[in-house]
């Protein structure tokens, strides 16, 4: 018997595997007594304590990477949007294959870091397309949204810094993630 993703549920699975990751990982650095509670960091920082959330982020990375490169291929999505949604998904899977820990590794820290930005980038630039280029209202109104949470993202977390923000980065970044994977279903 052969399974065939439709349409975005290739979306919708990656944004629950993605979820389940994040929550066991949360959840069991918690647990443990690893910064219980702490919104002051990324969900990349947590991921980066243990080698096995690595490990299991990295799975996760590549099934997720896979689903979304299936639903791009299949898609109508104009073809600048779909070369920048591989690019975006390109630097999650550069964020997984850099873990984010500087105790254990400067220089995989630094190249997530990279990946990082290039990934909040790419996003806020997939946010300016919707709005430009969106197809109907819908999108359009959705990339504007999507615009205003890029730049007060970009303003208060890499302009400012500002603290109180940064102490609920956590929050702020998984907002990033689910209003990219809300973009894909409405493409």
Not at 61 to 71: G, N, P, S, W, Y
Request: glycine share 6%.
């Amino acid at each position: 018997m052969t399974y065939k993703l439709k349409g975005r549920m290739s979306v919708v699975i990656t944004g629950l595997i993605y979820t389940c990751v994040a929550l066991i990982t949360l959840i069991t650095s918690w647990t443990a007594g690893l910064h219980r509670l702490d919104l002051g960091l990324t969900i990349s920082e947590y991921i980066g304590l243990r080698s096995w959330t690595v490990a299991m982020y990295l799975i996760s990375a590549a099934v997720m990477v896979t689903l979304i490169f299936i639903f791009i291929r299949g898609s109508q999505i104009p073809k600048m949007r779909k070369v920048l949604y591989s690019v975006i998904f390109a630097c999650v899977f550069g964020c997984a294959m850099f873990p984010c820990n500087y105790e254990r590794s400067r220089f995989a820290t630094e190249v997530h870091n990279y990946f990082a930005i290039g990934l909040m980038l790419a996003v806020t630039i997939s946010f300016v397309l919707f709005l430009i280029k969106g197809n109907n209202r819908k999108q359009k109104i959705f990339g504007l949204i999507g615009v205003c949470y890029a730049a007060l993202f970009i303003c208060c977390y890499l302009v400012i810094d500002l603290e109180s923000f940064s102490d609920t980065i956590l929050i702020w970044e998984n907002m990033f993630i689910y209003l990219l994977l809300t973009e894909l279903i409405l493409e």
